[in-house]
C-alpha cells in the first residue's frame, strides 16, 4: 500500500539525493544548487520525474541550447531521473557499484586487474549493423550510393516512436565529452545521452569526458547532439541514425561499442567527415604512428586499414630483433582514427581524437601485440571474452591454454572444444570481442597525444586483407595517383562487420562504412586538400595478408611489419631508391630487412609480384566497383583507372 504522504516522502528523499549527489559534481564555488520548478535563464538543469510532471534541479552549467536539449530528450525517452557525469574517479567507482549489482557489469580480479571490469552484450548486439545505419541528409544524393539513406523527417520520426518512454525506470546519463585534446582547434565537443553505465564508462576511457568539456563549451559552443537509449535491444528496433545537417547522431536499440559510444565511429568519422569537407579538413579511420629512427628523429604515419585489418596492432608494434638493435623504437598516438589538418608550414598534422583503444580481443597475446595486452591489465573494460573462474579473462589466440571452464561470451558454460546446438565450434570469446583500455596505459603511448598541434604525417599506408593481387608494398607515382589507390582499396571482410565472412569488397580508404556523405565527393575532396599541401604524405599501399597454396600468410606480419615501414620512412627521406612497375613504385629486394627472417629470396619474389593476369582481373573489378557511382566517378578516378589499365597491359 503506498499512501499520497509516502509517495510525497520517497519523492522528497530522491530530491534530496539528487540535491546532495549533484553537490558532490560540482565545485561549489561554481554552483549554488538549489530546487526549483522553472528554469532559470542561463544553467543547465537537472531532472527528475515524479512520475508526471518534470521537476528541475538547478546547477551551474551555461548553455542553454544543451539545457533545452537534454529536456526535450528526457521528456521522449522518460526517464527516472537525469544525471549529469562529471568524469570523476569517484562517479566511475559508483556507477560501477551500481552496474554490479543489476548484472550490467561483474568485476574482474581487482588483485591481478585492477580498475577492470567485464560486460557482455546481448547475442545479436555484437558488432556494428551496417545495415541499420543512415545518414538522413534532406537530399538522397548528399549520402551517395555507399551510404543507407532515410529522410530526416522519417528518420526522427521512426526512431522517436522506438525512444518513447524507453528509459522509463531508467537513468539518463548527460555526457559532456570532447574528442581530441580539451580546448584544441582541432577538437570537437560532442553530449552523449544514455541510458547505460556501460556506455558512460567506456566513454570516460575513449574520450575527455565530463565538466572540464563543459567549462570550454561555454554558453554558446556548438556540440554535436548525441542521443543513445538501449530501449529493447531488439535488432527489429535498432537504428544508428546520422543526421549531418542537425550535427546530431540518435542511436536506438543496441548496447555494442561502435553502434553506441557515439564519440567514435558516428562522430569523429560519419559525422566528422562531413564536417572536415565543410572546414578543409580530413576525419579518417587512420592509425597514427611515430617511428624513431637509429638517429633519434620521429617521422610520423597514418594507415588506414578496415576493420580488423591489423590498426591495433601496427600502431603499437615491438620492433624485431634486427631493427630494435638498430635503434628503431615505436610511439603510439592513435590506433583508429585520425582528424587531420593543414597547417602553415604545408605539412598534414594529425591528432588523435580518442583518449582509448576499443581493440579486437582474440589473436591478442604476448608475441602479436604485447603492448595491447599490458594495456589491458587496469582500468579496462573487457567485452565479449571468455569469464574465467578466477575472474580474469581469455579468449582465442591468448597466450594462457584455454580454461576446463569458463562464463562465455554467450554467457554459457564453455569448455574447450565445446560445440554449439548445430555443431560448429562454440567460442570461448567472440570473434569481435573487444577491450576498451585507456591510451596512456600503453607502454609505448606517444608523449605528443595532449599535443593540440598534433603530429605532422609524412606517409599514408593504405591496405587491407588481400589473398593475391595486391604485393607487400608499393608507392603511388603521386598525390592523385595515391588518392586513386585508396579509393580502390579492397579487403576481405572480417568478424567486425555484419555479414560473410571472406567476401571481398571495395572499401576506399577504409572508410566505406564510415564517410558520412557522398563518396564521390570524398574523394573529390581528398584530390583538391592535396592541392593546399606543399608538402603532402606520400601514399604507400601495403598488405600483410598475401596467402601461399596451402592459404597460409607468407609475411610474418605484426611486428616485422616495421621492415617494411623502414623501407617506407627511408623513402620518405630520399633516402633510398625504388623500382617503377605498373602500379606504383616498388623496393629492391635488398632494400627490406629480413635478417633473421626465414624468407627465402623465392618467397620474397613472390610477396612483391605484380601479376599481368591478376591485375587484369583487379581492374574489372574496379570497373564494376565504380558502376553504382554511374556518372559522379571523378574523371581524375577515371584517368588513373585508365592510366593503369594501359600500363598493365603493356607488361610482357
Ligand atoms: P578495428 O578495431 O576493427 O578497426 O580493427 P584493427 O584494424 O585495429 O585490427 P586489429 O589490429 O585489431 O587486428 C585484427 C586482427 O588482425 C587480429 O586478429 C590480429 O591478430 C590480426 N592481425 C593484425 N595484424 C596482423 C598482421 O600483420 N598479420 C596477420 N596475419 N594478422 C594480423
Ligand atoms: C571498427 O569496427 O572499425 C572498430 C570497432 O574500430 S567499432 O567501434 O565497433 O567500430
Ligand atoms: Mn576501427
Given amino acids: ?19 546532495l549527489f549533484l553537490r558532490s559534481l560540482w565545485p561549489v564555488s561554481r554552483s549554488k544548487p538549489g530546487i526549483a520548478t522553472g528554469s532559470r535563464a542561463g544553467t543547465l538543469s537537472a531532472f527528475i520525474f515524479d512520475g508526471k510532471a518534470l521537476v528541475e534541479i538547478m546547477i551551474d552549467v551555461k548553455h542553454k541550447e544543451l539545457k533545452k536539449w537534454v529536456k526535450e530528450m ?38 591481478k586487474m585492477p580498475g577492470c571490469v567485464y560486460h557482455i552484450t546481448a547475442e545479436n548486439d555484437v558488432a556494428r549493423t551496417e545495415h541499420l545505419t543512415f545518414i538522413c541528409t534532406k537530399s538522397k544524393k548528399d549520402a551517395g550510393s555507399t551510404n543507407n539513406w532515410m529522410a530526416p523527417e522519417d528518420a526522427y520520426k521512426k526512431a522517436a516512436d522506438i525512444f518513447r518512454g524507453s528509459m ?42 565530463g565538466s572540464k568539456v563543459l567549462d570550454v563549451l561555454g554558453t554558446s559552443g556548438e556540440f554535436t547532439k548525441c542521443l543513445h537509449g538501449k530501449a529493447e535491444l531488439d535488432v527489429d528496433k535498432r537504428l544508428i541514425l546520422h543526421f549531418p545537417e542537425d550535427n546530431t547522431i540518435w542511436s536506438v536499440g543496441s548496447g555494442y561499442g561502435g553502434n553506441v559510444l557515439l564519440g567514435k565511429k558516428c562522430l ?92 579486437v580481443a582474440p589473436g591478442t597475446n604476448m608475441k602479436t601485440n604485447p603492448n595491447a595486452m599490458l594495456s589491458v591489465q587496469k582500468d579496462s573494460i573487457h567485452t565479449n571474452v571468455l569469464l574465467k573462474e578466477d575472474k580474469t579473462v581469455w579468449w582465442e589466440g591468448h597466450d594462457d591454454p584455454a580454461p576446463a571452464r569458463g562464463l562465455n561470451w554467450r554467457g554459457r558454460q564453455w569448455h574447450p572444444g565445446m560445440k554449439d546446438e548445430n555443431g560448429s565450434a562454440e567460442y570461448g570469446a567472440h570473434p569481435n570481442s573487444r577491450f576498451t583500455a585507456p ?22 599506408l593504405f591496405g587491407g586483407r588481400r589473398a593475391q593481387v595486391a604485393p607487400l608494398v608499393y608507392e603511388a607515382f603521386n598525390w592523385q595517383h595515391g588518392v586513386f589507390v585508396g579509393a580502390t582499396m579492397a579487403s576481405e571482410l572480417t568478424a567486425a562487420q555484419y555479414g560473410a565472412l571472406g567476401k571481398v569488397r571495395r572499401d576506399p ?54 621492415r617494411v615501414i623502414e623501407w617506407i620512412i627511408r623513402r620518405c627521406r630520399y633516402e633510398v631508391s625504388a623500382v617503377e612497375t605498373p602500379i606504383g613504385y616498388m623496393p629492391i629486394p635488398s632494400d627490406i630487412d629480413i635478417s633473421g627472417l626465414d624468407i627465402t629470396p623465392a618467397k620474397m619474389k613472390q610477396l612483391l609480384n605484380v601479376d599481368k593476369n591478376i591485375w587484369q582481373l583487379e581492374l ?8 553504382q557511382f554511374g556518372k559522379d566517378v571523378p574523371k581524375f578516378i577515371l584517368d588513373e583507372h585508365k592510366a593503369l589499365e594501359k600500363r598493365i597491359n603493356a607488361m610482357g
Fill in 74 to 111: 528526457a521528456a521522449l525517452c522518460k526517464p527516472d531521473k537525469v544525471v549529469l557525469c562529471d568524469g570523476s574517479l569517484a562517479e566511475k567507482k559508483r556507477l560501477e557499484k551500481e552496474a554490479f549489482k543489476t548484472g550490467e557489469l561483474i568485476q574482474l580480479n581487482q588483485k
Fill in 439 to 460: 591510451i596512456t596505459n600503453c607502454p609505448v603511448a606517444s608523449n605528443k597525444l595532449e599535443d593540440p598541434k598534433g603530429v605532422p604525417i609524412s606517409a599514408f
Fill in 268 to 359: 569523429s568519422l560519419r559525422i566528422g567527415s562531413y564536417l572536415a569537407r565543410k572546414e578543409g579538413w580530413l576525419a579518417e579511420h587512420m592509425l597514427i604512428m611515430g617511428i624513431e629512427d637509429p638517429q633519434g628523429r620521429t617521422t610520423y604515419i597514418a594507415g588506414a586499414f578496415p576493420s580488423a585489418c591489423g590498426k591495433t596492432n601496427l600502431a603499437m608494434l615491438v620492433p624485431p630483433k634486427a631493427l630494435k638493435n638498430k635503434g628503431y623504437k615505436i610511439w603510439c598516438v592513435g590506433d583508429d582514427i585520425a582528424w587531420m589538418r593543414a597547417k602553415e608550414d604545408g605539412a598534414l598534422w594529425a591528432i588523435n581524437p580518442e583518449a582509448g583503444f576499443f581493440g
Fill in 620 to 627: 574489372k573489378s574496379q570497373q564494376e566497383f565504380f558502376k
Fill in 1 to 19: 500500500m503506498k499512501s499520497g504522504f509516502l509517495e510525497k516522502y520517497e519523492f522528497v528523499n530522491i530530491l534530496i539525493f539528487q540535491v
Fill in 168 to 209: 522509463k525506470g531508467r537513468t539518463m546519463y548527460v555526457i559532456p565529452f570532447s574528442m581530441g585534446p580539451v580546448g584544441s582547434e582541432s577538437s570537437k565537443i560532442g553530449v552523449e545521452l544514455t541510458d547505460s553505465i556501460y556506455v558512460v564508462l567506456n566513454m570516460r576511457i575513449m574520450t575527455r569526458m
Fill in 509 to 562: 580508404m577504409a572508410m566505406l562504412p564510415f564517410c558520412g556523405y557522398n563518396m564521390t565527393e570524398y574523394w573529390k575532396h581528398w584530390r583538391s586538400l592535396g592541392d593546399t599541401l606543399m608538402r603532402p604524405p606520400r601514399i604507400f599501399h601495403v598488405n600483410w595478408f598475401n596467402t601461399d597454396k596451402s592459404g597460409k600468410f607468407i609475411w610474418p606480419g605484426f611486428g616485422d611489419n616495421l
